[in-house]
């Protein structure tokens, strides 16, 4: 379905972000970027639809050469795929349903979305989809009283409002919290699986890629290092990917990481005479 061949980015500063990726991403599979930061994860799949322009290489999604495209050609291409952003991209003045339907800008236009004139069969595919992932409560509230997994959320059935063959994902729980990150990451594989979707999600949490990706691509500085199935993450490899670390320690607490306050100015009283006069109270 999506296929990189030799793709790769090079900025105007001579850093080269991206090195000769080689991808093929078949349809329904749910493929997870992993890597440190500055690997080149966010660049991989904006070059995808063209947010950053590759600097070589072909990107083909359902045969159509993507690196070719432009003006209403490239608008159209991208109709096909759906962007979900790690800091949510809503306009937080609108509502829940406005914010869902600027999902149609793509085929009504700028101008009839600007006068919120939409088809009313988008209309009704909002009102289903946001009932699908869990907010038909919030329809007519404004986006920035939502929290960070509702605003989420909206962003999710925004995307799937464009019916989009492709899902292109980043990093979806990077500002979330451990319950609320595992809940957007099994919406989005269910919602995959129900539509026979393919998605390329950037995640920096290895866990949540392991139990909700059918495969892992490990990047690190530009370079596929590593390409194959969650259960195929051994410790070597994660230190492939990131570098060395005791990937199979769980860590132990630090049980005098927390001192009382008071109990620390005493020491300090006891240990420099100066800090004794008024310091404690």
Not at 33 to 58: F, M, Y
Not at 166 to 189: C, F, G, N
Not at 265 to 278: H, I, Q, Y
Request: hydrophobic share 40%.
């Amino acid at each position: 379905m999506l296929t990189l061949s030799g793709v790769g980015k090079r900025y105007p500063t001579g850093d080269r972000a991206l090195t000769d990726i080689e991808l093929t991403l078949p349809k329904g599979q749910v493929m997870a970027l992993i890597g440190p930061s500055g690997a080149g994860k966010s660049t991989l799949i904006r070059c995808v639809n063209r947010l950053v322009e590759p600097t070589q290489g072909s990107i083909r999604l359902e045969g159509t050469e993507i690196t070719q495209l432009s003006g209403h050609k490239l608008r159209q291409a991208r109709r096909s795929m759906g962007m979900i952003f790690q800091e949510y991209a809503l306009i937080d003045r609108l509502t829940v349903m406005e914010n869902v339907l600027s999902g149609q800008l793509g085929y009504v236009g700028f101008w009839r979305s600007f006068l919120r004139r939409y088809p009313q069969e988008a209309v009704v595919e909002a009102f289903r989809l946001l009932a699908r992932v869990g907010l038909p409560h919030a329809i007519d509230k404004r986006a920035d009283a939502l929290s960070g997994g509702q605003r989420q959320r909206v962003g999710i059935a925004r995307a799937l409002l464009q019916s989009p063959k492709l899902l292109l994902v980043d990093e979806p729980t990077a500002s979330l919290d451990p319950k609320t990150s595992r809940q957007i990451m099994r919406l989005i594989r269910e919602l995959c699986a129900e539509r026979d979707l393919a998605a390329i999600i950037n995640i920096h949490d290895v866990t949540l890629a392991q139990q909700f990706a059918d495969r892992i691509v490990g990047l690190r500085a530009g370079e596929i290092v590593f390409d194959g199935l969650p259960s195929e993450l051994t410790s070597e490899i994660l230190t492939t990917i990131y570098g060395e670390e005791d990937w199979d320690t769980t860590p132990e607490p630090m049980e005098d990481a927390v001192v009382d306050e008071r109990d620390t100015k005493l020491r300090l009283a006891s240990a420099v005479p100066e800090f004794a006069a008024g310091s404690v109270r």
